[in-house]
């Protein structure tokens, strides 16, 4: 459902989160390492996700990623998704028909529209901070 880009963006996002709650700043290649992402590839989502100030960035021998409590807890899950796949999970047609909407429906476009109603409250309800929280008890589910 989710481009590989988001996917890895989700995963760096929340490992950053895990560790900005210890006080720790983490290094894309620590990120890289620990969510099984390529650097070069984690290093771009980073910087788009910095960039719109999902994510902080620093430079210099202490530098890194981090995210403060705040933006842990303000950040939902809907916020990743629209930096890096854009808004058309919430509106393009499951199929990807041009012409696919209420009156001229696919074949699954009620289905779908159920579907998408549920992502969209979860998307919504999800924040940074939640999904950390509740990974830091079982990191194994994050780093595999």
Same mark, same amino acid.
């Given at each position: 459902?989710?481009?590989?880009?988001?996917?890895?963006?989700?995963?760096?996002?929340?490992?950053?989160?895990?560790?900005?709650?210890?006080?720790?700043?983490?290094?894309?290649?620590?990120? /890289?390492?620990?969510?099984?992402?390529?650097?070069?590839?984690?290093?771009?989502?980073?910087?788009?996700? /910095?960039? &719109?100030?999902?994510?902080?960035?620093?430079?210099?021998?202490?530098?890194?990623?981090?995210?403060?409590?705040?933006?842990?807890?303000?950040?939902?899950?809907?916020?990743?998704?629209?930096?890096?796949?854009? &808004?058309?999970?919430?509106?393009?047609?499951?199929?990807?028909?041009?012409?696919?909407?209420?009156? &001229?429906?696919?074949?699954?476009? &009620?289905?779908?529209?159920?579907?998408?109603?549920?992502?969209?409250?979860?998307?919504?309800?999800?924040?940074?901070?939640?999904?950390?929280?509740?990974?830091?008890?079982?990191?194994?589910?994050?780093?595999?």
């Amino acid at each position: 459902m989710f481009s590989k880009t988001c996917k890895y963006g989700i995963k760096a996002l929340i490992y950053i989160a895990t560790q900005s709650v210890e006080g720790k700043r983490v290094t894309i290649g620590e990120i /890289s390492k620990k969510t099984d992402t390529p650097e070069a590839f984690t290093a771009k989502i980073l910087g788009t996700l /910095s960039k &719109n100030g999902l994510v902080s960035s620093f430079t210099g021998p202490n530098g890194g990623f981090e995210i403060s409590d705040s933006k842990m807890k303000s950040v939902k899950m809907r916020d990743i998704v629209s930096v890096i796949d854009g &808004n058309e999970i919430f509106w393009q047609c499951a199929l990807g028909l041009t012409g696919c909407d209420d009156k &001229n429906p696919c074949p699954v476009h &009620n289905q779908f529209t159920e579907v998408r109603s549920k992502l969209v409250v979860m998307l919504e309800s999800a924040t940074v901070y939640d999904m950390a929280t509740e990974l830091r008890a079982n990191m194994d589910i994050l780093l595999r």
